[in-house]
DNA sequence: GTCTATAAGGAGATAGAC
DNA sequence: GTCTATCTCCTTATAGAC
């Protein structure tokens, strides 16, 4: 971060990254101030409340996923290959920043108010719909030849997510107190990865 | 609840329901005290802090969960039977208190203290030690006779696991505002349930 | 055992000087 | 645009009367 970017960028980026390391209950206004170097009446003046910061720093991060939803669903590659794709773009995108998959499940789907928000603004749109309708026409297309079980478009796309985002969900956790090593963990998440390809991949077999 | 039960239990009871609605943060000491009918002295006076009430509401819970967990491997059963016996299981401990799901998932996997202190509690002793090793022996069983692919006794767990959380954590949210009608409710958990052992089970196949 | 009163410390938000 | 000062509210926890 440089020092002197503008004073409202500074807020956004700090918040950023105590909402999602501390969740948005654990961050205070007064802290976000403190680390960014100016005073808590500040946050205030740029954003109004501090749920309102919340959404001008949550939106973006949104809608970046959302702009990657469609990229994995090449037509011109094997139907299977596409779904690995999109296992691999779900870890891609979760990798990225591992704070990402709890923060979420924690802000958003603990949070009535805030996941009828989130619904609304974003999966009631247009993009939304054409991408899992893509997806839906590819999938019963696939059961109409014979190629993979009869499954609905829908159970598919959450037994995907459901396994993906859980892997993440743990993997900051781990199992004994000691076991923080990198390695260790890039071990369990390459092995949760391709174990979750296996399973989904075999699993759809008619 | 009887109104004149002694005053532990009441704060007892009282504290399970807040903390499962309105998770640990969003319950505070005064609105228990409140809902009980007593002061907010006396929450102090029996369990001294917050955080020792909660532990008295959760490891009652967790303690029912683990005692469980040993029923379905019966060994008398096709591998297969068992497996559609955990997943049924699994369901069934979280269907009769569909807060839980949500509830472990915030207050457990999200703060790192609590974590620790359950692992350190509950994963960590030998009943559970006991329960993972005959799954485990029977994972290996089952591949060294060919008769499932190869597949760790961890990942078939963590899958199950996964999945059937995942349920719970989406249900109570819906995909549509209005949709919270009780039959589409149970439609959903039922279709997710018999989804989940398709996939794993197929899953499973050499 | 149960109460009232209060301490001690946060929080988010706002008014108004500069 | 940035500051200090402050308001108001709510939290957990404790002291001490009864």
Redesign the interface.
């Known amino acids: 971060m440089e020092r002197n970017q503008n004073i409202e960028k500074r807020i956004l980026w700090v918040a950023e990254r105590l909402f999602l390391e501390k969740?948005f209950?654990g961050t205070s206004t007064t802290e976000i101030a403190k680390t960014v170097g100016c005073n808590q009446a500040l946050i205030h003046y740029y954003f109004r409340t501090k749920e309102k910061l919340f959404w001008d720093v949550f939106a973006p991060k949104v809608e970046q996923v959302v702009e990657y939803l469609d990229a994995p669903l090449d037509e011109s590659i094997d139907f299977i290959e596409r779904i690995r794709n999109v296992i691999d773009f779900y870890f891609g995108i979760l990798e990225l920043d591992e704070r990402l998959a709890?923060f979420i499940?924690?802000e958003l789907?603990?949070n009535?108010g805030r996941?009828?928000k989130f619904?609304?603004r974003y999966?009631r749109n247009e993009s939304r719909s054409t991408a899992f309708n893509r997806f839906e026409n590819m999938v019963e297309e696939e059961i109409a030849a014979g190629r993979i079980?009869q499954?609905?478009a829908l159970?598919l796309l959450?037994?995907i997510?459901?396994?993906t985002?859980?892997?993440f969900?743990?993997a900051?956790?781990g199992?004994?107190?000691g076991e923080c090593d990198q390695n260790l963990r890039k071990t369990y998440l390459d092995?949760?990865k391709e174990?979750?390809k296996?399973?989904?991949v075999?699993?759809?077999?008619a």
């Open positions: 969740g209950s709890p499940v924690n789907i603990m009535p996941w009828d619904r609304d999966l079980r499954i609905r159970d959450m037994n997510m459901s396994l985002i859980s892997v969900i743990v900051p956790k199992f004994a107190s092995n949760r174990e979750i296996t399973l989904i075999n699993g759809l077999k």
